[in-house]
């Protein structure tokens, strides 16, 4: 489905994702730090097996358990921070811009 403006029936559209951007970006680090502080509070549990291997085992366990909680909850954050300021900007703000006439207007809902 091709955009046109309503107002002159231009193809000529632009889409601005400001709100997708900024919910992406709160989304990744909301998630990142969620998932550290999550894989840090299961450091606990690593620790008790890692300590089979020595404190070696616990440091590099903890460490690990910490930066993969990060990556999997950034990820998970980004995700749906994304998928929340594309709603908003699909259906709250006026993110498309016709490049002929300047009208802003959103989608039909």
């Known amino acids: 489905m091709s955009l046109q403006c309503p107002r002159c ?5 632009a889409s601005f994702h400001q709100a997708m951007k900024i919910a992406a970006a709160i ?41 993969l909680g ?16 594309d709603t908003l900007d699909r259906h709250v703000l006026a993110h498309n811009l016709c490049l002929i006439c300047g009208h802003r207007f959103n989608l039909p809902a």
């Open 9 to 13: 029936n231009s193809p000529k559209i």
């Open 70 to 85: 990060g990556l999997v909850g950034g990820a998970g954050g980004c995700a749906l921070g994304a998928q929340l300021g």
């Open 27 to 67: 989304g990744a680090v909301g998630g990142a730090a969620r998932g550290v502080s999550a894989a840090l509070a299961g450091g606990q549990a690593g620790a008790t097996v890692g300590a089979m291997a020595g404190p070696f085992g616990v440091t590099l366990g903890a460490v690990s358990g910490a930066i």
